[in-house]
């Protein structure tokens, strides 16, 4: 452990560890990105969201926590739809409106204090954000309150039943310690070993279950949720290909103990849908 005795003798601890930054988050952003498959993932996401909710092709439509090389701002306006981004890290603001190429397009302001009027959004994206946000249920009334009856909420984030490795922290099965021994990591990574998790100010704090982020989103105000278990159907390509998937997929979406136990494991991502006709504050 690479520990300074006089590390804060003459800087406030509230500062954290000097090496803290996200200059270099940049490049990494970038390459998980490209990665993952940008265009065919994002296409699938609003066939998605286009399977619970009527979604017209100039929709307005919030990225959230877009990140500085917002790709999918880029895909989401090459399919028509009107894209506004939002982004709290102002190092990374910049670098995002050069990434989009129009600076009033992406804002600046985050999940607790989004800088548009209310509900005058359709579908919000925020993925890999809520695990970082100080605030996770003012997040969530966030998202509702710029959210149009009816809209929809595409979240992703942090599952704390998963059996893979975290993408969060360089600690083996990270998401099932203790809550006493994670807020110990976060401490060591903000003051002492910033390399824990690979250099973020802000790293993540909140690990939730599908059922956690069911109970948040009511206290929010949204009415109905639904999994990835729930949107897709035997004739996707995910699901055609595997004689398997085929004959189980039914039974799981019908079944509310197969759909606990397949959620305990893919729980990560949920479909928030505002009730028709709520008034907003």
């Not at 994002?42 to 790709?71: D, E, F, H, S």
């Not at 996707?236 to 004959?247: E, H, L, N, T, V």
Request: charged residues 20%.
């Amino acid at each position: 452990m690479r520990v300074s005795t006089c590390l804060y003798t003459n800087r406030p601890m509230s500062e954290g560890h000097p090496e803290l930054n996200t200059e270099h988050l940049i490049g990494e952003t970038s390459k998980m990105l490209e990665a993952r498959g940008e265009i065919a993932r994002v296409q699938k996401q609003v066939t998605y969201i286009k399977r619970l909710v009527g979604l017209g092709n100039r929709a307005n439509v919030l990225v959230l926590g877009c990140g500085p090389q917002p790709q999918i701002i880029k895909i989401l306006t090459e399919m028509n739809f009107d894209v506004t981004g939002v982004e709290p890290v102002s190092r990374w603001l910049q670098s995002a409106r050069e990434s989009v190429g129009d600076p009033d397009r992406v804002l600046h302001g985050s999940a607790e204090r989004i800088p548009l009027p209310a509900e005058s959004q359709d579908v919000v994206f925020f993925e890999s954000v809520l695990e970082h946000v100080d605030s996770a249920i003012d997040a969530l009334r966030g998202i509702f309150r710029v959210l149009r009856p009816n809209g929809v909420a595409l979240i992703s984030t942090t599952n704390r039943h998963d059996l893979r490795p975290n993408a969060e922290y360089r600690v083996p099965l990270y998401q099932w310690l203790p809550a006493a021994v994670k807020e110990g990591y976060v401490h060591a990574h903000l003051h002492f070993r910033p390399e824990l998790a690979n250099y973020t100010p802000c790293p993540a704090v909140h690990w939730f279950s599908y059922v956690d982020l069911c109970r948040l989103g009511r206290e929010a105000g949204f009415s109905r949720f639904y999994s990835l278990l729930d949107v897709v159907r035997p004739d996707d390509a995910s699901i055609a290909g595997s004689w398997f998937r085929r004959r189980v997929l039914p039974m799981v979406q019908r079944s509310p103990w197969l759909r606990a136990v397949a959620l305990a494991i893919i729980g990560g991502t949920i479909f928030m849908v505002k009730r028709p006709g709520i008034d907003s504050d």
